[in-house]
């Protein structure tokens, strides 16, 4: 598709999504996400031959949440490889993103590394790989890595320790897989890394350019990064394309047909192979907790450009 009419595009979806008047709910366990301006709206397009398309609020920086189990899978399959997978399986949940109830009938085994279940034994993982003094700083290293400006790209403290203090679903779910063995550190670190992941911002122009070893078999273009394993990237695209929306997986495949992985402050990083790598934003969720302007502008831009994968 010629730049000029992507970049045509995308201003006539950021338009209309500007007036939309259902904008979805702002989630409200998350304190600061509550207060979040609902009207923000952004889209970013990386394609493969470096060019980028921005438009509405691209260049601000946002908390990107569960899009972050995405970079955590992927350092997990590079530093362990498939023994990971001993502790977290590889299929959709059909559960909303945070379920207790899947958890507990089989056994401490989360469904796949997207639910909250399934990531916080990524992040067990990381810590033990990496020591509790160094996990942290090697994810957000390795996320700054896959950006060309890393201004910004940086730990929402205050958010973190918010969601550390309010966030008993997951501690509920962490405390069950250490009961199964499935959990090795001690809950408070493993909550730690987990809410600090979560709690990175980054922008939309930042999110796409993350994509990029995504969209290229593994191929980063900044000169701090390496390149990923093709296998990997294979893994996490299939596991975005199954499990990337929870419970609203099967719908978003239907209708934006890419892999793509949501966060509860409303981006979306969706993945077409081999041609563009593209972050979304707008705050207010879908029931399941993806963002509905986000997936309608995916959808209209997919539907635009043949940019499906079916
Ligand atoms: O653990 C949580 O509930 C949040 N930190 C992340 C959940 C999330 O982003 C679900 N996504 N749509």
């Not at 059909?94 to 796949?112: K, V």
């Not at 509860?264 to 934003?281: D, H, N, Q, R, T």
Request: net charge neutral.
């Amino acid at each position: 598709m010629p730049q000029s009419d992507i970049a045509m595009l995308i201003e006539t979806i950021a338009l209309d999504m500007r007036s939309a008047p259902e904008r979805g709910v702002l989630p409200t366990y998350i304190p600061p996400l509550a207060d979040v301006d609902p009207d923000k709206f952004g889209i970013a397009v990386l394609e493969a031959n470096g060019r980028m398309h921005l438009t509405g609020d691209a260049n601000e920086p946002f908390s990107i949440q569960s899009i972050s189990k995405v970079y955590a899978l992927t350092m997990a399959l590079e530093t362990i490889g498939a023994p990971i997978w001993s502790r977290v399986r590889q299929e959709p949940s059909g559960n909303p993103f945070n379920s207790i109830m899947q958890l507990e009938s089989e056994r401490g085994i989360p469904r796949n590394p997207f639910i909250n279940a399934g990531a916080l034994v990524i992040s067990d993982i990381l810590l033990s790989h990496f020591g509790a003094a160094d996990a942290r700083r090697a994810f957000l290293a390795f996320v700054r890595s896959l950006v060309a400006k890393t201004s910004g790209v940086r730990y929402d403290e205050s958010l973190a320790r918010q969601e550390y203090e309010t966030g008993f679903r997951n501690a509920a779910l962490a405390n069950d897989m250490r009961n199964f063995g499935n959990i090795q550190n001690l809950i408070p670190s493993v909550l730690r890394q987990y809410f600090h992941q979560c709690a990175i911002t980054m922008t939309c122009r930042q999110l796409a350019e993350s994509g990029r070893f995504l969209m290229m078999g593994g191929r980063v273009a900044t000169e701090t990064a390496q390149s990923v394993s093709a296998r990997t990237t294979q893994t996490v695209l299939a596991l975005m394309m199954l499990c990337g929306h929870y419970d609203g997986s099967g719908s978003f495949a239907v209708q934006v047909g890419l892999p793509g992985k949501s966060g509860v402050g409303g981006g979306i990083l969706a993945i077409v192979p081999g041609i563009a790598s593209i972050a979304v934003w707008s705050p207010g969720l879908n029931a399941q907790g993806n963002s509905l302007l986000g997936t309608a502008a995916l959808t209209r831009l997919v539907h635009a450009t043949g940019w499906s994968v079916f």
